[in-house]
């Protein structure tokens, strides 16, 4: 089993493609394009097209060396039973989570909004983990599926980075995974929360996380391929 070094702050980290997954966190319309929950919230949803390209790279060399790939999407069942009321009573959107809007029910599962933007659409044998909540650990099967895979390390990507990016960091490091993200792949709707967010991960030593790159990841994969 090769260990490759992955350049990141707050010091490089070595990893193994076999126990390492790339988590992409909701990567969805209803985040990414007009009319969706994002925007609902009064968001400028532009601004997450920053994350898309960087995506892209990790997930194009995630997939050509072999790596487990997860695809997170938030949302809820068509009866709303697993939202909260006080997740559907909060704020002031133009839209509440549910109602009907243009791209579909607001982040309700199965609708045109609740799907994964084309640029970055899961292939056959990915995982899709549905998650209610902001984390990716919340009352999903997420454990099983990294402990059945013999993964130990977390690469992790999408937006936002200070909600649901950020709560998986940190959900994952509580549970023993070595969590890695990826800067320039996620995005906020806030730029000072995103690098905030980031710096708050690396501090203190990498309280709960490290953080790296997309060109980084992909150095330190194709580095990999050249060993093998
Ligand atoms: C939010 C998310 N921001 N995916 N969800 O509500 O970060």
Not at 8 to 36: K, N, W
Not at 205 to 223: E, K, N, Q, R, T
């Given at each position: 089993m090769t260990e490759i070094q992955l350049r990141a702050l707050p010091e490089p980290l070595d990893f193994s493609t076999v126990s390492t997954a790339l988590v992409i966190i909701d990567m969805q319309r209803d985040f990414l394009?007009?009319?969706?929950f994002g925007e609902t919230?009064?968001?400028?949803?532009?601004?997450?097209?920053?994350a898309v390209g960087p995506c892209q790279q990790a997930l194009a060399a995630a997939r050509a060396t072999g790596l487990m790939v997860i695809h997170t999407r938030e949302g809820h069942r068509p009866d709303l039973s697993d939202a909260p009321p006080a997740k559907i009573a909060r704020?002031?959107?133009s839209r509440r989570i549910g109602d009907p809007g243009p791209m579909g029910r607001?982040?309700?599962?199965?609708?045109?909004?609740h799907g994964i933007i084309d640029a970055l659409a899961p292939l056959p044998g990915e995982v899709v983990l549905d998650k209610p909540g902001k984390g990716a650990f919340h009352a999903t099967d997420l454990e099983q599926i990294l402990r059945n895979g013999g993964i130990d390390t977390l690469i992790i990507c999408g937006v936002t980075t200070e909600v649901c990016v950020h709560t998986t960091i940190r959900e994952g490091n509580d549970r023993g995974y070595r969590c890695v993200a990826l800067a320039d792949a996620c995005a906020s709707y806030f730029p000072e929360f995103h690098r905030i967010g980031l710096e708050m991960i690396a501090a203190q030593g990498g309280i709960f996380g490290w953080v790296s790159d997309a060109s980084a990841f992909c150095d330190a994969l194709h580095s990999a391929a050249r060993a093998a």
């Amino acid at each position: 089993m090769t260990e490759i070094q992955l350049r990141a702050l707050p010091e490089p980290l070595d990893f193994s493609t076999v126990s390492t997954a790339l988590v992409i966190i909701d990567m969805q319309r209803d985040f990414l394009e007009p009319g969706g929950f994002g925007e609902t919230l009064g968001n400028d949803v532009s601004l997450l097209q920053a994350a898309v390209g960087p995506c892209q790279q990790a997930l194009a060399a995630a997939r050509a060396t072999g790596l487990m790939v997860i695809h997170t999407r938030e949302g809820h069942r068509p009866d709303l039973s697993d939202a909260p009321p006080a997740k559907i009573a909060r704020g002031a959107p133009s839209r509440r989570i549910g109602d009907p809007g243009p791209m579909g029910r607001i982040l309700v599962r199965g609708e045109p909004g609740h799907g994964i933007i084309d640029a970055l659409a899961p292939l056959p044998g990915e995982v899709v983990l549905d998650k209610p909540g902001k984390g990716a650990f919340h009352a999903t099967d997420l454990e099983q599926i990294l402990r059945n895979g013999g993964i130990d390390t977390l690469i992790i990507c999408g937006v936002t980075t200070e909600v649901c990016v950020h709560t998986t960091i940190r959900e994952g490091n509580d549970r023993g995974y070595r969590c890695v993200a990826l800067a320039d792949a996620c995005a906020s709707y806030f730029p000072e929360f995103h690098r905030i967010g980031l710096e708050m991960i690396a501090a203190q030593g990498g309280i709960f996380g490290w953080v790296s790159d997309a060109s980084a990841f992909c150095d330190a994969l194709h580095s990999a391929a050249r060993a093998a």
